[in-house]
């Protein structure tokens, strides 16, 4: 029996395939990105083709780099963009629309009027109560509403039962085990809005409330469980596919945040901070979510979770958009170059603006141009302002009474010391960087191993996580506190409404 575990890491940008063995080191990989699209203000979409073929493409070409066959593979794990929504037809396999992405702010009008009717029956806290989120745009349920009004025929088709809903993950299981798996997991189910993660169970009230049917969703798994099998055709073998986990709680489990008060931040598309708050599902007072970290054997451990839309994707918008640059890699060294005593801010509300202010129709604005203003100040203030939102983020749990001492971090922009270096002046906390920061694919590799017998225990999988480079602040309270009352000055005149 091999130790290789093949991890497919759906993003927003880009798919990702990485064969890790039992160590939890990197054997190989594949990557491509794919096209974005923006219909109109506000939407973004992917075409599920895409989503499909990039990841498989991805997945060849980490074998192919590895020298491994499909037999050696153990098993499979899938993490992905979460809430990011499809639907399909259950016998043809057809996609009944461009994926509708979790950036995507279409239905803000929706979710304002639901919210509405909410308050006026009195009931304004029952999708916090029993699911952890607010009601917005960013999570799946309104996305299904929206593409069941607007495809001909779906509601009736969903209620026949001829449809079927999924998220990314479920999406590729479906098209990885040739449409004989319907299934999700617990993480996944946690971000749509309809799944009660007390019970732990699709909630009946919910689904009425946004009118779908229950015929169109998943079953819901533990991370770690049978999802079946890919099919031998695909990749060469049949491989049993045993760890599924969005892409967040993935990370967090990536970075071995196993016990209560451990917590992680991922630097990819957008920023994402999430504190083990064990089996107590903690309610924020203060607009972050409680969301499922991981459920294992049956038993959830819950975590809190700050989401911000814009970190990496701002970065792809200065290279892409505005071609200030042509690889990421070269932000740092212009960063270190800018002129130290220009406070450019820039507040990337390109989708609006996520925890703790979830303002769907802010957009970004940039502050403190002068005639000196260049490239090297744009790429600065783009960088800093992923620091100030996990600023943001860091207050909000303050304010919920956690607070953690150390910050894990990962994702793309966790290899930029210029930074992680800032994030712990404006943190006031160490920051530490594991040898490994492609922690979402390692994450659910390590979910996939603990499934088909590779790992017996998270105290095994522990013992793996190694740190590269720790971070602690250089700068003092009252720099930190000056620097921050500035975002939020600039947060504040982004925002659609003045609070």
Known sequence: MTDYILALDQGTTSSRAIIFDADGQRISAGQEEFAQHFPQDGWVEHEPEDLWGSTLRSARN????????????????????????????????????????????????????????????????????????????????SKIRWILDHVDGAQEAAQRGELAFGTVDTYLLWRLTGGQSHFTDATNA??????????????????????????????????AADFGQCDASILGAAIPISGIAGDQQAAAFGQCCFEPGMAKSTYGTGCFLLLNTGDKALRSENRLLTTVAYRLQGKVTYALEGSIFMAGATMQWLRDGLKLFKDAEETEELARQA????????????????????????????FGLTRDTGIKELVTAALLSVCYQTRDLQKAMEADGERPDTLRVDGGMARNDFVLQNLADLLGCRVDRPRVTETTALGVAWLAGLQCGLYDSLEQIAEHWQLEQSFSPQKDKAWRDERYSLWQDAVRRTRSTQP
């Open 339 to 366: 002129d130290k005593n220009m406070h450019v801010l820039m507040v990337p509300a390109f989708t609006g603006l996520g925890a703790p202010y979830w303002d769907a129709d802010a957009r970004g604005a940039i």
């Open 62 to 141: 980490a074998l192919a780099e590895s020298g491994l066959k499909a037999e050696n593979i153990r098993a499979i794990g899938i993490t992905n963009q979460r809430e990011t929504t499809l639907i399909w037809n259950r016998k043809s396999g057809e996609t009944l629309h461009r994926a509708i992405v979790w950036q995507d702010r279409r239905t803000s009008a929706y979710c304002q009027s639901l919210s509405e009717k909410l308050q006026q029956q009195g009931k304004e806290s029952l999708i916090q109560e029993r699911t952890g989120l607010l009601l917005d745009p960013y999570f799946s349920a």
């Open 190 to 223: 946690s971000r749509t809005l309809l799944f009660n993660i007390h019970t732990q169970r699709w909630d009946e009230d919910l689904l009425e409330l946004f009118n779908i049917p229950s015929e169109l969703l998943p079953e819901v798994l533990d991370s």
